[in-house]
């Protein structure tokens, strides 16, 4: 019997980090349907097409790096959110380029960020399971 398995009653610290990876991942995805909301009740966040793009992207790697085991994935997604996050809301008077848009979606897309690097950072290494 190994020890450092489960017991079938707890899940795995590898399941639990993949599952709250996964969620935030889509999470980050589903973050992009905002763009799609015409109704301004619903609309929490305003996000342009380019934010969009980025949300969505940005998410799937994260997802990706869940399921193949490579936390650097979900590090390296939760980074950039941070940094275009940030570059907009320093530059909150400029339009410059992509990075124009909705400071509340960069807002956003920085709260995702470190909920990433959050998971990332607690994550234990994760064995390969035969």
Sequence with gaps: MNATRGTGVTPS?????????????????????????????????????????????????????????????LLASGVILIVVGL??????????GIISGSVNAAALMVGLGIALISIWSTSRPMPEES
């Design 13 to 73: 610290t590898s399941a639990l980090w993949r599952t709250r990876g996964l969620i935030v991942a889509g999470l980050t995805a589903l973050s992009s349907l905002f763009s799609l909301l015409d109704y301004t009740p619903l609309q929490f966040v305003s996000v342009n097409p380019i934010q969009a793009l980025v949300l969505v992207v940005l998410g799937a790697i994260a997802a990706l790096g869940c399921l193949l085991r490579l936390p650097a994935l």
């Design 87 to 96: 570059v907009r809301l320093i530059t909150y008077g400029a339009t410059i």
